[in-house]
């Protein structure tokens, strides 16, 4: 799906889809699932999103002179490396997780932390552009995250996945619907972006995003074979490492963590590289198509599929639980179509080194 920057006047080349729940059910045998990788919009005749006005200016602070430089997450540079990617005990193996394959990386940087609404912000405001849940009208939140006044204007649920609903003025400026915004969540990662708003900030960011094998040895922080960034036990001393869902799904989370959705950035400790949010807090689109047959065979910067439907994203997200998604480990993955939006799920930039 390519862009063609930056305002409601440039031409647009997207592909015009209603949101719609893609309602697969599960395959016999297959764990529980939270619903997020069909969160998908589906083509529809004779709908086109509308074109709307920029971003509003919801923080003076991001709007001060300020050079790019200092808007913008810090880079790690993370040196080449042959790493193990994938693992060979999948904790859900139609997911591709496997097999275990040597990779070899060239060297790369990666943010620190997951970009941000006062990041996105500034991009909007810069550039004037319009996400795609703004120009479709709709996005997908959680409905436990919901008012009551939003809950009852509804008009249905995703049947597979009640607790998620299509939900009118929902975007990344409005990350529960119309009545909700971001005022004092400037540090939070920004929701609702599709893959391709996602490569447009990446883009005026003069960086890209990962490819998947980047992102997961960065999420690794320089360990092997283990299940999560800082080892295989979930909590360490009985220590929260990320934001995740505590209690039962999806009706209670006891948010032992602190939070019940979305956290500030670098809430959680970071992984042995430095990086924060690595798992859990918000899933992170990848630069790779998706596919689910890998091979053991040794490669260099993998790069995944020349084309498909959909789009890797890594890292789980604060709905997560072992019960129902069992995805917050750095082998784990799931996909969306490019044009998918919700209340969990982000991205961070990667860059490739200066010449």
């Known amino acids: 799906m390519a862009l063609s920057l930056w305002s409601c006047g440039a031409v647009l080349s997207v592909v015009c889809v209603s949101l719609q729940f893609a309602v697969n059910g599960l395959e016999a045998g297959s764990s529980p699932d939270?619903?997020?990788?069909?969160?998908?919009?589906?083509?529809?005749?004779?709908?086109?999103?509308?074109?709307?006005?920029?971003?509003?200016?919801?923080?003076?602070?991001?709007?001060?002179?300020?050079?790019?430089?200092?808007?913008?997450?810090?880079?790690?540079?993370?040196?080449?490396v042959w790493f193990l990617m994938g693992t060979d005990e999948p904790g859900i193996p139609q997911d591709g997780e496997g097999p275990q394959r040597r990779v070899w990386l060239d060297p790369?940087?990666?943010?620190?932390?997951?970009?941000?609404?006062?990041?996105?912000?500034?991009?909007?405001?810069?550039?004037?552009?319009?996400?795609?849940?703004?120009?479709?009208?709709?996005?997908?939140?959680?409905?436990?995250l919901l008012s009551e006044d939003i809950k009852s204007s509804l008009s249905h649920a995703v049947a597979a996945a009640p607790w998620w609903s299509p939900v009118k003025g929902a975007d990344w400026k409005h990350p529960e619907g119309p009545d909700s915004d971001i005022a004092d969540r400037m540090d939070h990662p920004v929701l609702h972006v599709s893959w391709a708003d996602a490569q447009a900030y990446c883009q005026w960011a003069q960086r890209r995003l990962p490819t998947e094998a980047e992102w997961e040895f960065a999420c690794r922080g320089g360990l092997q074979d283990r299940l999560y960034p800082w080892g295989n036990k979930l909590m360490p001393r009985g220590q929260h490492y990320a934001n995740l869902w505590q209690g039962n799904f999806p009706n209670h989370?006891?948010?032992?963590?602190?939070?019940?959705?979305?956290?500030?950035?670098?809430?959680?400790?970071a992984n042995g590289f430095g990086l924060y949010d690595m798992v859990g807090n918000v899933w992170e689109w990848t630069a790779d198509w998706w596919n689910v047959h890998h091979t053991r065979d040794h490669s260099r910067n993998p790069k995944g599929p020349e084309t498909g439907t959909d789009k890797v994203k890594k890292g789980g997200s604060y709905m997560c639980h072992k019960s129902y998604c069992?995805?917050?480990?750095?082998?784990?993955?799931?996909?969306?179509?490019?044009?998918?939006s919700a209340s969990n799920l982000g991205f961070r930039c990667a860059a490739d080194p200066k010449l």
């Open 34 to 80: 939270c619903g997020c990788s069909s969160l998908n919009r589906e083509p529809s005749e004779g709908k086109h999103p509308s074109c709307e006005n920029p971003a509003d200016k919801y923080s003076a602070v991001v709007n001060e002179k300020s050079s790019d430089h200092e808007t913008l997450s810090k880079m790690v540079l993370l040196q080449g």
């Open 108 to 144: 790369f940087h990666i943010e620190e932390h997951e970009v941000t609404n006062k990041q996105f912000q500034r991009f909007t405001n810069q550039t004037g552009y319009v996400t795609e849940a703004e120009r479709f009208g709709d996005s997908f939140v959680f409905e436990g």
């Open 253 to 269: 989370n006891t948010a032992e963590d602190g939070y019940s959705k979305a956290s500030p950035v670098m809430s959680f400790p």
């Open 326 to 340: 069992y995805r917050y480990r750095c082998a784990a993955r799931s996909q969306n179509t490019p044009d998918s």
